[in-house]
């Protein structure tokens, strides 16, 4: 059956954070899609109109590291949003315990994941809910960020379903401590976290609450010290920690290169005003130091 006289449904992709996603048909271009049918729920009518406002605003947001939106309609009460099809994700990647990631590897996937976020900062565009399986990889090896702007447009997604505790392990320090005034520093502690998933192959700091995710983030790189982060006592849930020493770095990624730790820490900044960003970090040693990132066409995918 088509839906707004053009897709021909195929089965069921999975359960997202906003609803069920489809494998589609775009009968106009032969091209697969996948729709996102997301259910507005009992929101006031104008809600739907803004977000159908903001959604055309994505659609603008076309880059080689940005997951397409190709068309986004109402039927049946619900909203569907149209994308390019991808045939995988990272976290499949980092799980598959028969892909070998080498030190090439792993810079390309963190490149284009700073490219992607670098071209939507610099349109004022906060992805908000960085994770390795919002990292989308194409038939021929690009990466691409998905649901961008999603977060901002339809709330926290991790407030509204309870189901996504997986975002927490990727929540930088002063949305845990209930910043209201956050910015794209958010997204790059979210790409650090992914970056050190892609050296060890397990999430990072797997925090089970939000406070043992600070606890978790405290026992990393130490409790922050005023000095370290001005602002931090004025944020909304801010409470005084008893003070935890940070290990060398070096301990907890014993297989890292000197450039790779180094641009890990600026993203790990706990200041997200002395956070890098992600123009800075794409200009960090660490992409111009050997090796050279792996051509896309060349990573490792699983089957
Ligand atoms: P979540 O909100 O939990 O991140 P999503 O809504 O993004 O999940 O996706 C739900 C399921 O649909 C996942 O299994 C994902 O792999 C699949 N999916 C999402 N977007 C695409 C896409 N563009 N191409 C192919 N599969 C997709």
Redesign the pocket.
Known sequence: KKVADRYLKREV???????V?Y?AIDTKTNQT??I?KIRLGKQKEGVNFTALREIKLLKELTDPNI?ALIDAFPHKGNLHLV?????S?LEAVIRDRNIVLSPADTKSYLQMTLKALAFCHKKWVLHR?M?P??L?LAADGQLKL??FGLARIFGS?DRRFTH?VFARWYRAPELLFGTKQYGPAVDIWGAACVFAELLLRRPFLQGSSDIDQLGKIFAAFGTPKPAQWPDMIYLPDYVEYQYVPAPPLRTLFPMASDDALDLLSKMFAYDPKARISAQQALEHRYFTSHPTATNPASLPRPP
């Open positions: 992709l999975g359960e997202g954070t906003y609803g996603v494998k899609v996948a996102k997951i994308f390019e099809f991808m045939e994700d809910d994770k399986n919002n989308l998905g649901d997604p996504q």
